[in-house]
């Protein structure tokens, strides 16, 4: 592998355990304001995200890579309202899939068609990842500040749980 590819991947390693640390900062930013079930959410959040870190380090292994872990931003603690929690996990994850379209532009000049292979279940996960938080920030738009819409959808968000990824490296 390419030291440009292995250090973009690295690069990437890094900022799905940033993404990580951010869900789980704002599961416990619902954890103070009681609601459970938002608060499930972004701890499925925060495992998928290190799963999807886990992927890259066992990638970069298997194909033999040096293995960078480098410090870990603090995340926010506070947002404005539980709208504002979920426009930055949106906003989060459009941010995400341009790191990873930017990975597989970067894979197809170097002709890395392995990486690339590779990099295709990120980008359908992206796709997913997108929708879901859309779907999450669409609920809390329509219903506003409607208490009985509010605990509805904490009883809705209590219900997901982690189910982690297929190997695929």
């Known amino acids: 592998m390419e030291e440009k590819m292995q250090d973009a991947l690295n690069s990437q390693l890094n900022a799905e355990l940033y993404s ?3 869900y789980l900062s704002m599961a416990a930013y619902f954890e103070s304001k009681d609601m459970a079930g938002f608060a499930n959410w972004m701890r499925v959040q925060a495992q998928e ?17 040096k293995i960078m872990l480098t410090q870990i931003s603090t995340p926010p603690t506070e947002w404005e309202s539980d709208i504002a929690v979920f426009v930055h996990v949106y906003e989060h994850e459009q941010m995400v899939t341009g790191l990873i379209n930017k990975l ?24 997913e990842e ?8 669409q609920k809390l738009k329509l219903m506003g500040d409607a208490p009985g ?13 982690y189910n982690p990824p297929a190997k695929t490296a």
């Open 20 to 22: 990580s640390y951010l």
């Open 49 to 65: 995200e290190l799963a999807h870190a886990m992927k890259f380090y066992d990638y970069l292994a298997q194909r033999g890579g």
């Open 104 to 127: 597989v532009d970067l894979a197809l000049s170097l002709s890395d068609h392995a990486t690339n292979n590779f990099l295709q279940w990120f980008v359908a996960e992206q796709v």
């Open 130 to 137: 997108e929708e879901s938080a859309s779907g999450v920030l």
């Open 149 to 161: 819409g509010i605990f509805m959808l904490d009883s809705e968000l209590a219900k997901r749980v």
